[in-house]
């Protein structure tokens, strides 16, 4: 079941070319790694960005965990 986060996606857009990095906050499953990775995502895809323009890291598994780091997560990123 998809809950709608209208409101949520709304902010995202209006603030996605402020040159502000995006932090999203809430409690554990509660929907932030799904607005961001699927409706976000979805949006900018449907908008013409390239899919190799989007960079999706999850760092609370231990797959990335070194990317917790901030130096490390901008040379990743960069």
Do not use: W
Not at 10 to 31: A, H
Not at 39 to 66: M, Q, R, T
């Amino acid at each position: 079941m998809e809950i709608k986060r209208d409101a949520y996606l709304e902010q995202l857009k209006i603030r996605k070319d402020n040159g502000m990095i995006k932090i999203i906050t809430g409690i554990r499953r509660c929907g932030k790694s799904f607005l961001l990775f699927v409706l976000f995502k979805k949006y900018l895809l449907e908008s013409g960005v390239d899919n190799d323009h989007i960079i999706e890291i999850a760092l609370d598994g231990i797959e990335n965990e070194e990317l917790r780091d901030p130096k490390k997560c901008y040379q990743h990123i960069k």
